[in-house]
């Protein structure tokens, strides 16, 4: 366990660049004193913002990079753009080299994807990242993947997703068998697209000791915490994400006008102000910000594009878990037990073929 812990920061990422991600790495340095920043992006910009964070700027350094990929750029024109000299691949290759621990991006998700595969790489067995979040429900958290990373996906993409979920959950919850649903568009085993029901076939054949497959979960089992884990592709998975973001403002929007409406419901709201403000924190988007991309030789956390301040350093709270708890070692040293688990899944799929 390092003493420090490095974090590599895309400054330019996001809607709003420096003037987000500076305030927000103070805030996480409020609450984590043993990190130091290396971050990276147009210079003028990042001192600027520095001069207002006197404690930040004594742990951080700043590398200038000239490009800065833009939100709407696709992936492979960002590759092309700002391969090498962009400061989203810099915050990467700084992981690559040992220089970070982990990089944070509220950046591009397609061409974080494509800059963090192509530069560290993938665990054997694992085709393509995803983007893993902790998801408040009902009954406490839960792990739901994929939700951005990439659209689409096999059986076996799927299946390979319920074992790097489980393994995250295990460590995150420390549960020794956490349950795994497949989000589906009802419980009923005809029900769905082919690769989902393929994927539960998979699932089942393998009868892994270090999961426990449940079946399909539907969307609103997702906030009942129908599972430990919920495995979904990336495109169905960001939808949801969205979505639930959505509904948490249209409630808290909804809580608001229905106090102010009235001198009764202003009072009501004093005497219950506690509780409102811990509804408040429990439905608010930002405090589930940054997803974990699982699969890679190296750990990178994606931010939402359009947090503020307290979001992205809710982003930099998640990248340094994931390093001071080694979770990382750990969630591939879960992946290669009892027999290798990822290199059974093209045996299963002949199995059930």
Same mark, same amino acid.
């Given at each position: 366990?390092?003493? &420090?812990?490095? %974090?590599?920061?895309?400054?330019?990422?996001?809607?709003?660049?420096? /003037?987000?991600?500076?305030?927000?790495?103070?805030?996480?340095?409020?609450?984590?004193?043993?990190?130091?920043?290396?971050?990276?992006?147009?210079?003028? *910009?990042?001192?600027?913002?520095?001069?207002?964070?006197?404690?930040?700027? =004594? !742990? /951080?350094? !700043?590398?200038?990079?000239?490009?800065? $990929? /833009?939100?709407?750029?696709?992936?492979?024109?960002?590759?092309?753009?700002?391969?090498?000299?962009?400061?989203?691949?810099?915050? %990467?290759?700084? !992981? &690559?080299? #040992?220089?970070?621990?982990?990089?944070?991006?509220? #950046?591009?998700? @397609?061409?974080?994807?494509?800059?963090?595969?192509?530069?560290?790489?993938?665990?054997? @067995? %694992?085709?393509?990242?995803?983007?893993?979040?902790?998801?408040?429900?009902?009954?406490?958290?839960?792990?739901?993947?994929?939700?951005? =990373?990439?659209?689409?996906?096999?059986?076996?993409?799927?299946?390979?997703?319920?074992?790097? @979920?489980?393994?995250?959950?295990?460590?995150?919850?420390?549960?020794?068998?956490?349950?795994?649903?497949?989000?589906?568009?009802?419980?009923?085993?005809? &029900?769905?697209?082919?690769?989902?029901?393929?994927?539960?076939?998979?699932?089942?054949?393998?009868?892994?000791?270090?999961?426990?497959?449940?079946?399909?979960?539907?969307?609103?089992?997702?906030?009942?915490?129908?599972?430990?884990?919920?495995?979904?592709? #990336?495109?169905?998975?960001?939808?949801?994400? &969205?979505?639930?973001?959505?509904?948490?403002?249209?409630?808290?929007?909804?809580?608001?006008?229905?106090?102010?409406?009235?001198?009764? /419901?202003?009072?009501?709201? %004093?005497?219950?102000?506690?509780?409102?403000?811990?509804?408040?924190?429990?439905?608010?988007?930002?405090?589930?910000?940054? #997803?974990?991309?699982?699969?890679?030789?190296?750990?990178?956390?994606?931010?939402?594009?359009?947090?503020?301040?307290?979001?992205?350093?809710?982003?930099?709270? !998640?990248?340094?878990?994931?390093?001071?708890?080694?979770?990382?070692?750990?969630?591939?040293?879960? *992946?290669?037990?009892?027999?290798?688990?990822?290199? $059974?899944?093209?045996? =299963?799929?002949?199995?059930?073929?």
């Amino acid at each position: 366990m390092p003493q &420090k812990v490095r %974090i590599a920061l895309d400054a330019m990422g996001g809607d709003f660049g420096a /003037s987000v991600v500076v305030p927000g790495a103070a805030l996480a340095l409020m609450r984590h004193t043993d990190v130091e920043f290396l971050l990276f992006g147009n210079s003028a *910009l990042i001192d600027e913002q520095l001069e207002s964070h006197p404690a930040l700027k =004594a !742990v /951080s350094k !700043v590398f200038h990079a000239e490009i800065a $990929i /833009s939100m709407d750029e696709k992936p492979s024109q960002a590759l092309r753009r700002g391969r090498k000299s962009s400061s989203m691949w810099l915050a %990467i290759d700084a !992981v &690559k080299k #040992g220089e970070a621990d982990v990089a944070v991006s509220a #950046g591009n998700t @397609g061409a974080l994807m494509a800059m963090s595969r192509l530069n560290l790489h993938m665990m054997p @067995g %694992i085709d393509r990242p995803a983007i893993a979040a902790v998801w408040p429900t009902v009954r406490g958290e839960s792990v739901v993947l994929d939700v951005g =990373a990439s659209i689409g996906g096999d059986a076996r993409h799927l299946a390979s997703l319920a074992i790097m @979920g489980s393994a995250m959950a295990r460590v995150l919850f420390d549960l020794e068998r956490p349950t795994v649903g497949l989000l589906n568009i009802g419980v009923e085993e005809v &029900k769905g697209v082919e690769a989902v029901r393929g994927a539960a076939e998979l699932l089942r054949a393998m009868n892994l000791p270090q999961l426990d497959f449940i079946g399909f979960v539907e969307g609103d089992g997702i906030g009942k915490g129908a599972a430990d884990v919920i495995v979904t592709e #990336g495109f169905s998975g960001n939808i949801a994400l &969205k979505t639930a973001e959505g509904t948490a403002r249209q409630i808290a929007e909804y809580l608001r006008t229905a106090m102010s409406r009235t001198w009764r /419901s202003k009072l009501g709201y %004093i005497f219950a102000r506690g509780a409102f403000n811990a509804l408040r924190d429990k439905m608010d988007p930002r405090k589930v910000n940054g #997803g974990v991309f699982l699969g890679l030789n190296g750990v990178v956390i994606k931010s939402h594009g359009g947090t503020d301040a307290e979001g992205f350093a809710s982003a930099v709270d !998640v990248g340094y878990d994931m390093v001071r708890y080694d979770l990382l070692p750990k969630i591939n040293q879960t *992946l290669n037990r009892d027999g290798h688990a990822l290199s $059974i899944v093209p045996n =299963a799929q002949e199995a059930v073929s």
